[in-house]
């Protein structure tokens, strides 16, 4: 086992508990604290969307780190940079406990210092490894996702408390000196690692492939796609033109789709005039990443479902009853923002359990669980979360009183979808692309959580158009309770879609093929 390993791992665990420590209370903070000067009636919408709008930042900013990384500094000097920013804006945090702008300007800091080191080091720990000890690289990568989880479900356990029992800077502090001393422990292993140097440009990369196609010329022939992918561009400056009216997150995000969406099918109109100019390899390259981009495109309502578990679903859980509990003569009551541990413990169980139980069940019933079958139901399920947290929210609506127990059965519904569509969706697309190309998925993957956060800041705004707050009333369903049941019908057509989709795409091989010695 490399000696460097032990210092990546713990700097991971400390890291995952800054991380989850903040983001999980954050909503209750702010609804209860840093908001108060917003009315009763919109503290918890404007909570909701502060909330996702740092969300969209912290998996935007990938895109920037991997390619500083990439191009620049490499991954140790680029992770160790941000991981600085990451702690002063949890210091901001502590700091500004009741400062609008300071709280904010923390948020924006761990957005950018999060994000940016986000892609980088589940690839630093690769680096580490070469053939001579290679096999040992997946009992490393299986330790690293339970630290992940570890420090997920320890954070979201303790956290809440900290903040009911001695305040939010208290609160905010002990993540910041979490992640204070990941860096620490990442910098001492500094001489032991095995530092892989920046590439050079590859003429042959995803963007200058697309360009190559998009610009070129063909006797005789128009250039649809680049037509196409002027729209796009014409899309994306009317959104930005928007901005007084839906906010700077929404317009930039909006006129990013809109680049992405066309300027993707103006690439694959054209694609074939990159050959020649570019590698075979570099063009089939380009095509499955357009293909995967699709899939990636219908899993973004799985995350706006997901993410809102820190949001929407503890904004319900503050207006439950929280029975007493007892644990091994240990009574107590679960605070809201405590059931975020629920999803963590349930990865850990949840994983061995569809590799023991659910895929062999579905082997022996004549139906193999594909990667695209994996995370098809993996939407599906989170959709049939969704109902069941909103037929909860009628009742609650109703006037009957509801424990926060009964918000286990969306937990485990909608953890059973992340494992089948999280854990399955990198399988898939690192299966799919070619190994040039690779990097690009991550981003593009992170993207997609992006764009997934951007639909419910959408539908946010969109309830509080007068003419859309007229029908939800006409329709009898309190404004939350309506959202719940369109973030599930939104779940479950794209899970129908994506179906039908699955059905259609050709698997391709493109694991690495290590030539055996002789």
């Not at 620049?72 to 920013?85: A, E, M, P």
């Not at 128009?222 to 997150?249: C, D, I, K, N, Y």
């Not at 959580?449 to 029908?471: A, E, F, Q, R």
């Amino acid at each position: 086992m490399p000696r460097q390993i032990p210092y990546i791992i713990a700097n991971e665990g400390c890291e995952r508990f800054s991380f989850y420590g903040m983001r999980n209370i954050l909503t209750p903070f702010l609804i209860s604290t840093l908001l108060l000067f917003v009315p009763m009636a919109d503290r918890a919408s404007e909570a909701k969307h502060v909330f996702h709008t740092f969300v969209i930042g912290v998996y935007f900013f990938p895109l920037l780190g991997g390619w500083l990384a990439d191009r620049f500094f490499g991954k140790y000097q680029t992770v160790f940079w941000f991981s600085l920013i990451y702690v002063a804006g949890h210091a901001c945090l502590a700091i500004f406990e009741d400062n609008l702008k300071g709280f904010y300007f923390g948020l924006a800091l761990i957005a950018f210092g999060s994000g940016g080191i986000k892609p980088l080091v589940v690839a630093f720990v690769g680096d580490q490894f070469d053939q001579t000890n290679k096999n040992r690289a997946k009992l490393v990568f299986d330790a690293f996702y339970w630290i992940i989880n570890f420090g997920s479900f320890f954070a979201s356990l303790l956290m809440p408390l900290f903040l009911r029992d001695y305040g939010p800077a208290v609160a905010f502090g002990i993540p910041g000196i979490l992640m204070a001393i990941a860096t620490l422990i990442f910098w001492m292993g500094k001489k032991k690692y095995v530092h892989v140097p920046p590439a050079a440009p590859n003429p042959d990369s995803f963007s200058s492939v697309a360009r190559t196609a998009l610009l070129a010329r063909a006797p005789g022939q128009a250039r649809p796609g680049l037509v196409v992918a002027g729209v796009g561009a014409v899309a994306a400056v009317l959104a930005l033109a928007m901005t007084p009216q839906w906010g700077f997150v929404i317009a930039a995000c909006t006129a990013l789709v809109a680049l992405l969406a066309f300027g993707g099918i103006g690439v694959s109109l054209q694609l074939e005039r990159a050959r020649g100019l570019h590698t075979d390899e570099a063009v089939e390259g380009v095509r499955s990443v357009l293909r995967i981009l699709i899939v990636f495109a219908m899993i973004t309502p799985f995350w706006s479902l997901f993410d809102q578990k820190a949001s929407t679903w503890i904004v319900q859980a503050n207006a439950m009853h929280s029975p007493l509990l007892s644990l091994f003569g240990w009574e107590f009551t679960l605070l809201p923002a405590q059931m975020q541990a629920i999803n963590p413990i349930l990865v850990m169980l949840l994983i061995p359990f569809n590799n023991v139980a659910l895929f062999p069940l579905m082997r022996a019933l004549g139906v193999t669980p594909t990667p695209l079958r994996r995370m098809g139901m993996g939407i599906a399920l989170s959709g049939a979360a969704w109902i069941a947290i909103g037929l909860i929210q009628l009742r609650m609506d109703g006037g009957d009183t509801v424990s926060i127990l009964w918000q286990l059965l969306p937990y485990a519904l909608l953890t059973l979808g992340e494992v089948l569509v999280s854990a399955t969706g990198l399988e898939f697309a690192y299966s799919q692309a070619p190994a040039p190309m690779k990097g690009i998925i991550l981003s593009f993957w992170y993207l997609a959580v992006t764009v997934g956060n951007l639909w419910v800041l959408i539908v946010n705004s969109g309830v509080k158009n007068d003419v859309v707050g007229g029908w939800i009333a006409s329709s009898g369903m309190g404004v939350i309770a309506f959202q719940m049941f369109f973030f599930a019908a939104f779940a479950l057509l794209i899970a129908a879609l994506f179906a039908l989709y699955a059905m259609r795409y050709k698997m391709v091989d493109n694991y690495r093929k290590d030539v055996q010695p002789k």
